[in-house]
């Protein structure tokens, strides 16, 4: 009844349905008249019809189709047929057209009426989207494939209808109105993604507490001088991704000497990336490092040209090899102490392109004390670039001139931080040319030039919108960012219970689904020292690493423990129900 109501409550919907009733009205009128006048006239020429004959002829005659099995003998009878056929002409084929035009917004109207208005009744903990863009598409799979029920606004009911038809969650909507967090019961979810301008933003962080003002918030921030505007206005969560991206970059730079370098925390365990060119343990197998029994860490990833591979004690270890670790700060550290004496090389790491990246990266490598030389093509660019680098060189980083006298010949790494993707794997091809030995880090704007770029030489790339997916995912899990690689997440599951009692070696998770088990939970515990012969317990929590296609093998092949999701499922087959 709601929705029909405000169907009718449109003025111009109202003008159209008068027209159209009309239209309609006088069409019936001159039907039932020209049908009365066929039987007057045949009774004239002394024949009898029925009433569906009169109507038949009538209908038949108007549209043009006289299939001649009726006619008139008399001239008054042929004369009547010519002003049928006129007519029908005049109402159906000249008048019927410009009735359409009218009905185009009535249409328009009906079309907004298909994606609902609100949410279904009892919807609890789901998660609010502001804006349809890049870093939502991967969050909506994510949440999905965790069973978080989530509504994304969308401020043109045609596009809504549109991305409702095609499965999405979508409530149309404006996301400066309160009226709009109502009817998505907002005082009810989980998280609210303020994902527009910084502007924008604001106005949604307060118009949502409005309505609910202890709902948790989560905004992008795409200017360093928002943050603190956006907190002030009630953002419990700032997301400067930008910045985040050139640290993340920046993290994994090699320089001045082979180092652990720290990703992420999972609770009270740290997870690290070990570069292992020219160390001794390049050549290895995992086994025969000693790492657990040396230091206490665990290796539960290696890293090859962008390809994570589940860390199996025969895996041998190559030059290009970077390990994925867990282990305690201590351990860590012990760690680092081992390998600080190998692959000395003092010389700047070379970052291309200056710009909000750029310079997040340029800080990052700074505050280490790490030696950075900076090529950018804009003069006015290179010159707020002065005093944060070494040096800085003005020009198109493809010139061979320049790029060899910034130093691309004995840099340990160098960071491509432009956003445009053919742009990096042109330079990453380069700069490998070059220097076969050198660090490749690169940013990457879309998905599908992943794998180009790791084959032009990359070792490493990342995106904007993955790391705005897995921060999020790491607020909704309530456990700090963990910045694996691109397509690579991490993943906390209850033991399922086709799973549970077994052995590690018996579940075959990694040679089924490709995910690494990387640690074990319970009873608030977590275990990394895992053995082929641990036990998977009923109450156990299964953490493990590997891509979205990975979790879906592994849900399809031993099922998916619903206690934690239960909720979160119950809600998104309410909101599919309303599609019916």
Not at 232 to 246: A, D, I, M
């Amino acid at each position: 009844m709601s929705g029909w109501k405000d169907f009718m409550a449109d003025r111009q919907t109202r003008r159209t349905l008068q027209i159209l009733g009309r239209y309609l009205l006088a069409i019936t009128l001159v039907v039932v008249l020209f049908t009365q006048i066929f039987h007057a006239l045949m009774a004239y020429e002394g024949r009898a019809y029925s009433w569906l004959t009169g109507l038949y002829w009538t209908l038949s005659t108007m549209t043009t189709l006289g299939y001649g099995d009726i006619v008139f003998q008399s001239e008054a009878g042929r004369i009547f047929s010519v002003v049928v056929v006129s007519t029908g002409i005049l109402l159906l084929f000249l008048i019927l057209p410009f009735v359409f035009v009218r009905m185009g917004p009535w249409l328009e109207v009906r079309l907004r009426m298909t994606a609902p208005t609100q949410v279904p009744s009892g919807t609890r903990g789901h998660v609010i989207l502001c804006h349809h863009d890049v870093i939502t598409s991967g969050l909506i799979e994510r949440l999905e494939q965790e069973g978080i029920p989530y509504f994304l606004i969308d401020e043109d009911p045609v596009r809504a209808s549109d991305r409702y038809a095609r499965g999405l969650s979508v409530v149309p909507g404006e996301v400066d109105r309160k009226e709009t967090y109502q009817a998505l019961r907002v005082a009810q979810a989980r998280l609210v993604f303020a994902n527009r301008s910084d502007m924008d933003n604001t106005n949604i962080v307060l118009t949502v507490h409005e309505v609910a003002p202890e709902v948790p918030v989560a905004a992008l921030a795409a200017f360093e001088h928002s943050i603190d505007v956006l907190e002030l206005s009630g953002v419990r969560h700032v997301l400067p991704l930008k910045r985040w991206l050139g640290e993340q970059l920046a993290n994994r730079v090699s320089a001045l000497h082979t180092e652990v370098h720290p990703i992420g925390r999972y609770e009270n365990l740290l997870f690290a990336e070990v570069p292992l060119h020219r160390t001794p343990l390049a050549g290895k197998t995992i086994r025969e490092t000693g790492l657990r029994q040396h230091t206490g860490v665990s290796i539960v990833g290696v890293w090859e040209r962008g390809r994570l591979y589940p860390a199996r004690p025969d895996y041998r270890l190559s030059d290009t090899s970077v390990m994925v670790v867990i282990g305690t700060e201590d351990q860590l550290e012990h760690l680092n102490t081992l390998l600080a004496i190998y692959d000395f090389n003092p010389n700047p790491v070379l970052v291309i392109g200056g710009g909000t990246v750029g310079r997040a990266v340029i800080r990052s490598l700074s505050h280490k004390n790490i030696p950075v030389h900076v090529i950018d093509l804009k003069p006015d660019v290179c010159s707020r670039l002065e005093g944060m680098c070494q040096a800085v060189f003005t020009g198109n980083a493809a010139d061979y001139q320049l790029i060899e006298e910034a130093g691309i010949g004995e840099a340990p790494s160098v960071v491509l931080t432009t956003n445009d993707d053919a742009m990096n794997v042109y330079l990453a091809s380069y700069c490998r040319h070059l220097n076969p030995e050198v660090r490749i880090i690169s940013r990457v704007t879309h998905e599908r030039n992943i794998e180009a770029l790791h084959r032009a030489g990359a070792d490493f790339v990342l995106s904007y919108h993955a790391l705005g997916v897995d921060a999020l995912m790491a607020i909704l899990k309530n456990h700090e960012l963990v910045v694996l690689g691109e397509r690579v997440d991490l993943f906390s599951v209850p033991v399922p219970p086709a799973l549970q009692e077994k052995t590690l070696a018996e579940s075959g998770i990694g040679a089924r689904t490709g995910l690494s088990v990387i640690a074990l939970r319970r009873e608030g515990k977590t275990i990394t020292d895992l053995k082929p012969s641990t036990i998977l317990p009923a109450d156990g929590e299964l953490v493990m690493i590997g891509d979205i296609e990975q979790r879906k093998r592994f849900d399809e092949l031993f099922g998916r423990e619903t206690s934690g999701a239960e909720g979160g499922a119950r809600a998104s087959q309410k909101a599919k129900e309303v599609r019916s």
